[in-house]
């Protein structure tokens, strides 16, 4: 018997209890939600975060399993009782801790409404040029990213 057998032997089971979201604790769920020049949120008391995960998009409340995920370019949804606020971030980490804390890490966020439908538009027209013309293998790579980044964000500001 290997080590690591011997030791899930050793060890006592312990019963971990947990209650569905809607049980949430009654000082609800609160949030830290920084970018590295700014905290966006710190220790803000909301209903519900709404996060675009790389393993899928989620929805976070009080009382949530604790979990971290890496976050993708999409829409971070921050819902304050009955007001709405959504940002688009790049990337980052979010870590829901089991004191019903979130704590997100982005690289940047900025709000939906901040941003022109116009420039991205544009924007992406650039990309696609730059990721289908006869750059270099680097700045196709670059340009395809952006394309990615930039198709999300226009379908975020549609959605808005």
């Known amino acids: 018997m290997n080590f690591l057998a011997r030791s899930v032997r050793a060890v006592r089971p312990v019963r971990l209890v947990r209650s569905y979201a809607t049980e949430a604790a009654a000082t609800g769920l609160r949030l830290n939600f920084v970018v590295p020049h700014q905290s966006i949120y710190k220790d803000a008391t909301v209903t519900q975060v709404n996060i675009a995960a790389v393993s899928g998009d989620m929805g976070v409340l009080a009382s949530h399993v604790p979990s971290i995920e890496q976050l993708r370019p999409g ?31 982005a690289i940047e966020a900025f709000p939906i409404e901040e941003f022109s439908p116009e420039t991205i538009r544009n924007n992406l027209a650039e990309a696609h ?17 952006e394309v990615e980044v930039l198709e999300l964000l226009q379908a975020a500001v549609n959605a808005k």
């Open 75 to 105: 829409v971070v949804e921050v819902l304050e009782g009955a007001a709405t606020k959504k940002f688009f971030v790049s990337g980052g980490f979010a870590t829901m801790n089991p004191d019903s804390t979130l704590n997100i890490n």
């Open 129 to 145: 040029r730059v990721a289908n013309s006869g750059a270099t293998e680097e700045e196709k790579l670059a340009a395809k990213v």
